[in-house]
């Protein structure tokens, strides 16, 4: 995971007291990379509001940037854009005419469209081999604006309509439900226990 010119720290969130350990790497000129959080694991900096699949494909694109497999890396970026156009109804083929149709009917504005198009671009980089290796840093960049654009679309939207209902006195949201407990049998117990589907 980690080569003998790289900087392992382990350090304290000034905020919440909570460990943290960040890696650098010496670039062999006596110049350190910027720090990158391995742990806890970055990708929770994705809102919870952002659907599990699309949770799932940032989750192994950070995995790929961790195990410095950053070709790798841009290309499960472009996969998560991919996710996250089929996710809100963008069935244009190739991607770039999809997330063109996502920012018409209005989920994308012209920077984020703008942040996609790079990051799509990235991504062909690492699928199609031209010789062109993917970089460490704009590797790291993509991952955090794939990030971005998904709290944009997911999170932010709901926050804000939390932030407008407090402020007119209006009732909160009501958390998603849940869904309903299945019986499922125990076959040594002889008693059904509820499992959450």
Known sequence: ?????DLVTLAQCTECGRALVV????????????????????????SWSVPSKLRDECEEARRCF?????????????RVLEGLCLDQGATAKPLINALKQLAADGKLDGRL???????????????????????????????LLAEAILNYIYALPIQFEAFRRRRAGEPPLLPPSLPSP????????????????
């Open 113 to 143: 469209l703008e942040w996609a198009q790079e990051l799509r671009g990235l991504g062909n980089q690492g699928a199609h081999h031209a010789g062109t290796a993917v970089q460490k840093q704009d590797a790291h960049d993509a991952l």
């Open 182 to 197: 299945r019986a499922t049998a125990v076959p040594d117990a002889g008693v059904s226990h509820g499992q959450q589907g």
């Open 1 to 5: 995971m980690w080569g003998p010119g």
């Open 66 to 78: 961790v195990a410095k497999a950053y070709t790798a890396t841009a290309v499960m970026v472009r």
């Open 23 to 46: 890696t650098q790497s010496d670039d062999l000129e006596g110049r350190w990379s910027d720090a990158v959080r391995v742990y806890p694991p970055a990708g929770d900096q994705l």
